[in-house]
């Protein structure tokens, strides 16, 4: 079933505006990816995070790992239309191959 | 660049047919994934191969079974598709290493009628 839960499931923002997705597990992670998917496309790879309390810029996306490692978030500065799109965390649990999806968060930007 | 193909963009079976779906990797990957992806609930895994001839369940195998003969290529099998398997299907790749990043194929939209 379901292990980690993704929030929230739908974002409309205003172009400008900040974004932010959360990813949440019960259980402690061993690593977490975060994927963006866009209309149509399939998941593509963004970044990933190993350490607790772990932080990572890309641009205008910040990533964070929890101190417990047990969730993460993922944050968009003064979004853009070209943010559009379906953003994923990853999770393996068990320093395991099998890599688990959350259920994702639609960004929509309103121009 | 990771090539990731998967051999349909659509696809139409009859319930009850036997049907294949292919996936090649061109990076010499050991890793490979196949995914089924719903609104509302994301990617769930179905069955992943850490090497070949090597395989393991995910989280949603029931209905399904793979197989990989050689290491580019990982193949899911619905022995006998209904329409609750009705889907997109993703297949993706990624090194031997834990925690490497997945490469996905541009997925299958299978329609089970």
């Known amino acids: 079933g379901q292990q980690v839960m993704q929030i929230p499931q739908y974002q409309h923002v205003q172009e400008g505006e900040d974004f932010t997705t959360y990813c949440n597990s019960s259980t402690t992670l061993s690593n977490i990816q975060w994927y963006k998917q866009r209309p149509g496309g399939h998941p593509v790879f963004l970044i990933q995070?190993?350490?607790?309390?772990e932080v990572k810029k890309q641009k205008r996306l910040t990533f964070q790992f929890g101190e417990a490692k047990k969730n993460s978030s993922l944050h968009i500065t003064a979004t853009q239309t070209t943010d559009v799109g379906t953003y994923f965390c990853a999770v393996s649990m068990d320093s395991s191959y099998k890599l688990i999806f959350g259920s994702g968060t639609r960004l929509l930007v309103r121009p | 660049d990771v090539k990731v193909t998967q051999s349909s963009r659509y696809l139409v079976k009859r319930t009850g047919e036997k049907v294949f779906l292919e996936c090649v990797q061109d990076m010499d990957h050991e890793n490979m994934f196949w995914y089924r992806q719903d609104p509302g609930l994301g990617l769930r895994l179905i069955y992943f191969s850490y090497d070949v001839k090597m395989k393991e369940k995910g989280d949603i195998p029931e209905g399904y079974s793979v197989s990989r003969e050689k290491k580019e290529r990982f193949s899911l099998i619905l022995e006998s598709a209904s329409t609750n398997q009705t889907s997109m299907y993703l297949c993706?790749?990624?090194?031997?290493?834990?925690?490497?990043?997945?490469?996905f194929g541009n997925g299958t939209r299978l329609t089970v009628t």
């Open positions: 995070l190993v350490k607790s309390g």
């Open positions: 993706a790749s990624s090194l031997g290493d834990l925690g490497s990043p997945l490469h």
